[in-house]
C-alpha cells in the first residue's frame, strides 16, 4: 500500500506552468510557516565556543559541539535573552517553566545523536503579529497567529564532494543557537506569507536577535500547505523569498490539479522537496522518523520570575512598524526611504542623530536634511561605487556641512565637492568642516569687495564664452540658449570650483550674451 | 524514580562499583583490540522477567525500521532478530518503569509524555527563578567561563593530527564520483 501511494505521488509531480499563477475561491488555500532563525549571539547554545560564519572548517568546536562523550551542555543566557525578546516582539506569552527535550535521529551532520529542542514545554507561546498599512514590506491587512518559539540546537554543514566522492562535514555550526517559530496556518495568500517573512526578517534584525538573512542561512523556512481541508503537505528547506513563493505556486497547482479531477485521496500528508520547477514527494507520514523524544536529562529546567516579561518588553526598541509611523508622519519621508532606513539600523540611527542636530536649528526643514541624507550622502556612496561606511562621516559633520549650505558658507556645488572629497579621503577627519572649507579654498569668497568680485566673476564667465564661443553663437533665444547658459555655468562652477553661486553667474552670462 | 525504576529492575550495580585503570594502550591494533572485547554490557545486569516485559510491543517490523533509523544493516538472521527484539523490550520496560506510568511510550501522546526525570534528586530543585538583572549579569560573566579544558577556543581540535586526509573536514561517506 505504501509503495503504491509513493508511486502514485511520485508520478502526480506539478510543474509550475507558464500561465500566470491565482488562487481560486473554491481551491482554498491554507499556509502555515515554521521559521529557524539564527540568534545572534556571542557563544554556541550549550557551550562557550564561539559562532561563526566562514570561518575556517571545524575551528570553532568545543568537545560538546561535535558530542564526545563525557562533554556536557549547560545553556548559554545570551541564547536565552534573545529568544525572550523575539518571543516579547511576537507578542507571545513567556512560559515561566520551560524545559529542553531531546529529538532522536541519526545523521551526520548531528554528532550527539539527538537535537536538543523544546518539544513538550515551549518557551513561548500563543503570540500574533500584525500586518498593516505601516508595514514596512507592503500593504496587507491581516493578524497572524505565533503557535510556538521554541530554543533548539543547529546542526553542522554537509559538503557533498562528488569530484573526491566523499561527504564531509564541518562542525561550526553544530549547536549554534536557534529558535523555531511556528505560526498558525492563518496565511490565505502569497502575498500574506511574503509580507509576514520580510517582515520577520526585518523585525528580528530590528530587535538585534538575527542577522535577518534567507541567503546565508541565517533564517530557513519550511512551509506547509493544505488546499480545502485536504491533509498538509510540508516542503522543507525552502532558501528564498522567491523559492518559497514558487513552491507554494507549484504546489497549490498540484493540489487543485488532483481535487478538480476527483483525485482527492491522492493528497496525503508526506513531506515534498522543490527543484525550482516542481514539487516532489520525499517522504510519507508511514515512513515519517520516529524521532523518540524525551525529556534531556542534563539540562535543568529554565524557571524564569515572574516579572521577566514586563522587563523584557520594556528594553525592547521599538518595532519596525511603530518607526515606519513615525518615518511617514513626522519625518514626511516617502516610503521607500523610510523601508531602506528601517532595514539597516545603523543608518536609521545615523539618520536620526542628524534630523537631531540639523532639526533644531530653526529654518532648515525635513526635506532639506531628507535630500541630504538620502540624495547627497548616500547618493554619493553609489556614485563612487561603494559601500556606505558612515564611520567616514560622522553625523555630527554631515550635520555641519548641512548648516554651511544653508547659511550660505558654502556652495551646494562646492559642498557636493567637498562630501566627495571625505568620502575618498577620510584621513582628513580631524578637522572641522569650516577648517576643511578653508583648506581646499572652497568657501564662497569673502574677502574682496562686490566690485572685485563682480570684476573676477567677468573674468572667468568671459573666458568660458571664448572657450565655447561656436557653440553658443548659433543660438540665441529660445530654450536652446537656456540650455546652453546652464552649460556655461556648469563650466564656469568647475573653473571656479563652485565657490560662485550659479545664480550670480548666470545674471552675468545673460548680461553678456546680451551684449554680443 | 531513577531507583524504582532500578529497582524493578534488580539491577545488581554492585559488579560495576570499581573502577580501575587498566594498561596503556600503545597502538592501534590494542585500540582495536580493547574495544573489540567487551566485558560486561548493561543487558546483563538487569534481571528481568518475562512478566516484566510481556506488554511491551515490539515485532520484526519495530526492529527493522530502529535498524534502518539507526543507519545499521537490516539484513539480520532470524535469530539475531529474536534477540534484538528481546533487548529492545528489555529496554522499553526499564524505561516505562523509569517514567513511572506503566503506559507504553509508544501510545503516550505529546501531552502525556514529559515526565522530567533526572539522574540526581537535587535536580528536581528548580533554580532561582531568573530575572533580567540575573540574566544580563550571567551573559556579562560569559567570557570569564570560557573554559579551555572543554574545547572552548579556536582550533582546540588539530583535525589533521586525527587524520591528515580529512585536514580541514571531517569525512563522514564514500560517495559516487563525477
Redesign the interface.
Known sequence: MIIFRRSLHYSGVCQSSGSPFKLYPNYKFKCGLEIHTQLKT??KLF????TSFNA???????????G?PG?QPKL???A??LALKAASALNCQIS??S?FDRKH??Y?DQPLGYQVTQ???PLAANGHVELNKFDVNGDVSKVIGIEQIQIEQDTGK??????????????NRSNTPLIEVITKPDFENLLQVEVFLKNYQTLMRHMGVCSGNLETGAIRVDVNLSVNGFPRVEMKNLASHGEIQEALKSEYSRQVSLLKENKGDQIVQETRGFDGKQTYSQRLKENS??Y????D?EL?????????AE??RR?LPRTPTQIMAELLSTYQLEKKYAKYIIDHPELLKYYYKVCELVLQDQGIKTNVVNNWFFHEFLGTFTKLDMKVNIVILPAHKLSELIFAVSSGDISLTSARLLLKQLILEPNTSDKSIKELIEFYELGAPSDISATDLDKAVTEVCEAVLLESASSTKSDKKGKKVAHKIKFLIGMAMRKTQGRIKPDVLQKKFEELIGKQ | MLRRGIRSFSISIGTCQKAKVSQEVLSRDEISKLLNTPTWKVGDLMKTTEEDIQDVKVDSSIIRKMLKLSGLKEDVSPERETELIRALKLQMGFIKKLYGTGEEMSVRGKKSNDTNFRLMAEDHKPDTPLTLDILLAEIDALPNKVDPEKGEFTSSIDIKKLRSSNNPLFSSKSIEKV
Open positions: 556571542k557563544y557551550s562557550l565556543s564561539e575556517d572548517p571545524n575551528s570553532k568546536i568545543s568537545y560538546f559541539d561535535i564526545l562533554a548559554n543566557p545570551e536565552l535573552l515561566l517553566q524545559k535521529y541519526f551526520r518539544y513538550y514545554h554537509l559538503h557533498y564532494d562528488k569530484f573526491d566522492g566523499v561527504i564531509q562535514v564541518d562542525y522518523v520516529d523518540r523524544y524525551m525529556p536529562s535543568p529546567v529554565i524557571n524564569l520570575d515572574k516579572s521577566i522587563e523584557i528594553i
